[in-house]
């Protein structure tokens, strides 16, 4: 109950803290410049967005294809230990 | 790790490939505009084909002279390969003449002669499902194989370059790339592009080649 209570009395303490420093937000703070956001994955037409999905493609195939190989691997020495033994 | 450093090469050169390929500079030309981008992708497909299959072309020589199985399993593997990378390779040639040249299939001499080439490899796949005894359908494949290579060669390297109406670049009596496809910053990335697609291909190949070893040692 005590941490219960804390936690309430936290979450208003935050909210007063959070309302102390706001400011309005208007229509011109989406197009102040002087800001600086991360705006690489915007730029150039957006392209960068399309390099991340192609490379989150090739890495999720190959680490796929990785994986693959691994399996093959411990087969392989399954396999050809067995016939050492026999 | 030791025997691994390849297929990491592979991987980081693709990865070079896509990155670079779609960011870096690239020289701004009529009719073509960013689509140049598809030569590391595209152009490096038949490179990587070419290459492949010409792996399973020496492979088929060695099986002849050894009769060693290993070496058949190679060669077709690679073959497999090197035909689906042709196959990948038509179909974006296709979506690039779509835009650039205007139609998918445009009858160009260069078109039409990766297309025989690529049934002649389908044949090839074809005639090794069709025996049933395997040193005959090894030898016999490995024979057609070399036969195949050789018809692939002036097929790609020797007829496209005769026609003086070929709409592909470096064709029409002009051997080999000039200034106007291929500068230097290009080739930057295209011959990184081709050595990364063409481990890729011999990767997966190898994975297949492997799985056969293990079929071999099961059935005896």
């Known amino acids: 109950m005590k941490k219960f209570l804390t936690l309430i009395f936290l979450c208003f303490s935050l909210a007063v803290v959070a309302q102390e420093g706001a400011y309005e937000i208007t229509d011109d703070s989406y197009k102040d410049q002087t800001v600086e956001m991360a705006d690489v994955m915007r730029d150039n037409g957006k392209i960068y967005v399309v390099v991340a999905v192609i490379m989150v493609l090739f890495i999720g195939l190959s680490l796929y294809t990785i994986s693959i190989d691994r399996k093959l691997g411990k087969v392989e020495k399954e396999v050809f230990k067995e016939k050492v033994n026999s | ?220």
């Open chain 2, 1 to 220: 790790m030791k025997k691994h450093w390849w297929k990491a090469l592979a991987l980081i050169l693709v990865s070079y490939t896509i990155l670079a390929g779609l960011l870096m500079d690239a020289p701004r030309l009529y009719l073509l505009n960013e689509t140049i981008r598809n030569l590391h992708f595209h152009v490096t497909m038949w490179f990587g084909m070419v290459i492949l299959l010409t792996i399973s072309m020496v492979y088929a020589l060695k099986y002849l002279r050894t009769n060693n199985p290993i070496f058949d399993d190679k060669s077709v593997e690679m073959a497999k390969i090197g035909v689906l990378m042709g196959v990948l390779g038509i179909i974006t040639g296709a979506i690039w003449a779509n835009y650039t040249w205007g139609e998918p299939w445009s009858g160009d001499t260069k078109q039409n002669a990766a297309a025989i080439c690529l049934l002649i490899y389908f044949a090839y796949l074809v005639l090794r499902n069709s025996m049933q005894d395997e040193q005959q359908k090894a030898r016999v494949s490995g024979v057609y194989n070399i036969f195949a290579y050789a018809a692939m060669i002036p097929l790609l390297f020797i007829l496209p370059r005769l026609d003086p109406n070929s709409l592909h670049p470096g064709n029409g009596g002009n051997p080999g790339f000039n200034s106007y496809d291929l500068d230097s910053k290009l080739r930057v990335i295209f011959y990184p592009a081709v050595i990364g697609w063409t481990l890729m291909g011999v990767w997966l190949a190898n994975l297949r080649i492997r799985t056969r070893q293990i079929e071999r040692a099961l059935e005896d």
